[in-house]
């Protein structure tokens, strides 16, 4: 009896906590999956319960930052009467706050932002999580249009947020401002900008932009 109660207490929640804190605090990651199970006190089968290796659980964390930032969206029971681009607008605040809970692993876990393109299997989950969410906004947005030339494309609008979402990951990893305040104004323009295009009023946005990135960048 002591052996499944035991068992019932680990969850993938649990295993992903217990991966997070390991590398962390040996700047490494787990040698082996025995290993791994064996110091955290759990047995092999119950970490491939959830996960088939290291690789399925590092794809995991991104994609728990993705369903917890629409489980607590979804939690704001005013969240349903926002516009599409106050939904966008809360979805990148919401993540990035997340994210900053656990910068520390994010920084470790991406290798200082130099391989980032490296990185695209292990954030393959979060990319498909963000694309239909943005997905989901569009076709909000065309079911209430008549004419075919003012819809949007759902794969471009949702490629284009997926985009959006690596250039603010990078720049978040970069910000050293105090609470992170650049990254809130670059999430403003970003989403500003990327809705503006959408509704062909985009330039003086773009310019805006362009010149905030320009300061940021070069000044």
């Known amino acids: 009896m002591a052996t499944k109660a035991n068992t019932a207490k680990i969850t993938d929640d649990k295993i992903i ?31 491939y319960k959830y996960f088939g290796s290291f690789e399925a659980l590092q794809s995991s964390i991104w994609n728990k930052f993705h369903t917890n930032t629409i489980a607590v969206l979804n939690k704001n029971k005013e969240y349903g009467g926002f516009s599409n681009k106050d939904k ?6 919401t993540i990035f706050e997340l994210l900053t809970l656990n910068r520390s692993y994010v920084l470790f876990t991406l290798d200082g932002s130099k391989k980032m393109m490296d990185k695209l299997a292990e954030l393959k989950h979060i990319r498909k999580g963000i694309k239909e969410f943005a997905s989901e ?22 490629e284009g947020a997926w ?22 104004l670059a999430i403003e323009k970003s989403v500003t900008t990327i809705f503006d295009v959408f509704d062909n009023t985009p330039l003086d946005s773009i310019i805006d932009f362009g010149k905030f990135l320009y300061k940021e960048n070069f000044a």
């Open 17 to 47: 906590e217990s991966y997070m804190n390991y590398v962390l605090e040996h700047e490494h990651h787990p040698k082996s999956i025995y290993k791994f199970c064996k110091e955290n006190k759990f047995k092999e089968e119950e970490f």
């Open 88 to 93: 966008m607008l809360s979805y990148f605040y």
């Open 137 to 158: 906004l569009v076709e909000e947005a065309n079911a209430e249009k008549t004419l075919k030339i003012t819809k949007q494309s759902p794969k471009i609008f949702s």
């Open 163 to 184: 985009v959006q979402f690596m250039f603010l990951l990078k720049f978040w990893m970069d910000d050293s401002s105090p609470a992170f305040e650049k990254t809130d």
